[in-house]
């Protein structure tokens, strides 16, 4: 985290191609993390971001490893992966292998999460694993983007408010640049840059029609998921 003022500096520049932001909608503060449970609740809002829908990524994963610090996919992937979704894949892969080693970052080959700091050594949070990057507000990386937690009805509307401004949105993709590296954050940048508007409404409309604990927010793809 002391690399921050350098890296500031170029958060923007360094645009990637890999968000996927995952939402959770707006509840109470007395949330336990420990109760996180993997219940997925997908919006049928989709937008569709350097041809890779959530479908294609959700697809995919299951044939993405680690191996010596970088993303691979398996000779099964490679078998039964679709073209249009396979060359894509191969395409962000390469992004996010070349970002690692520029950046410095780290892979956890079990969870697939990337950062600055050793996953097993991650500031404890309000999400098992991830990064604080404001309060009720946190995120990580992977081989096809960032998610964003939120766990509290204000980290939403903090979220939302730092939408609202050229300067909010940079200060939103600074913060992520310093848990995930630059280049991943980069395609925040280029996600909330083309769908500022959209992707605040969409996330107040997802966190007013759930009452779960938390949501998440993916990209590239901008889609909203509950837990």
């Not at 940079?170 to 991943?184: F, L, P, R, S, Y």
């Not at 409309?205 to 029609?209: E, I, L, T």
């Given at each position: 985290m002391s690399k921050t003022?350098?890296?500031?500096?170029?958060?923007l520049y360094l645009a990637g191609a890999m968000l996927s932001s995952v939402v959770l909608?707006?509840?109470s503060n007395s949330v336990n993390a420990d109760s996180f449970q993997a219940n997925k609740s997908y919006?049928?809002?989709?937008?569709?971001?350097?041809?890779?829908?959530?479908?294609?990524?959700?697809?995919?994963?299951?044939?993405?490893k680690v191996k010596n610090n970088q993303f691979y996919i398996t000779q099964q992937g490679q078998s039964l992966l679709p073209n249009n979704v396979l060359q894509p894949v191969k395409e962000q892969i390469k992004k996010t292998n070349q970002a690692i080693t520029k950046d410095s970052l780290i892979v956890n080959p079990e969870t697939k999460?990337?950062?600055?700091?050793?996953?097993?050594?991650?500031?404890?949070?309000?999400v098992r694993g991830a990064t604080r990057i404001h309060s009720g507000c946190y995120v990580r990386g992977f081989w096809w983007g960032v998610r964003i937690y939120f766990t509290s009805n204000a980290a939403v509307n903090w979220f939302r408010s730092e939408l609202s401004?050229?300067?909010?949105?940079?200060?939103?993709?600074?913060?992520?640049?310093?848990?995930?590296?630059?280049?991943?954050?980069?395609?925040l940048s280029d996600a909330l840059g083309a769908y500022t508007d959209s992707t605040s409404n969409r996330l107040a409309?997802?966190?007013?029609?759930h009452r779960h604990s938390k949501i998440y927010m993916d990209a590239p793809n901008i889609s909203f998921h509950t837990f």
């Open positions: 003022t350098t890296k500031n500096k170029v958060v909608p707006l509840f919006s049928n809002q989709h937008i569709s971001s350097n041809n890779l829908s959530q479908s294609d990524i959700e697809l995919a994963d299951k044939y993405v999460e990337v950062a600055y700091q050793s996953p097993f050594v991650m500031f404890a949070s309000g401004t050229a300067s909010g949105v940079t200060t939103i993709v600074d913060m992520v640049a310093q848990v995930t590296g630059h280049e991943i954050a980069g395609t409309n997802f966190n007013r029609s």
